[in-house]
């Protein structure tokens, strides 16, 4: 699979990924075949399954909002 994804909509360039901001830097991607994710020197990654969802137009579940249990 291949398309285009706005990093931007993922990440804020900062803290790790802020040496994204150079194109140098950003232009070292590699794919981790072991992991399915692509990876940059420094460590920064990208989940697969992330930018698959919004390759293909489908929205992933917020885990960032927690219900209470009463």
Known sequence: MEGIVTLSDFVPFEGVFE?????TF????????ELG???WPNGADL???VLYAS?????????????KVS
Not at 26 to 33: A, P, S, T, W, Y
Not at 55 to 67: N, T
């Open 26 to 33: 950003f232009n070292q991607v590699r794919v981790n075949d």
């Open 47 to 49: 989940d697969a399954d």
């Open 55 to 67: 390759i293909i137009g489908e929205q992933l579940p917020d885990f960032a909002r927690s219900s």
């Open 37 to 39: 994710s692509i990876e």
């Open 19 to 23: 040496p994204f901001r150079n194109s």
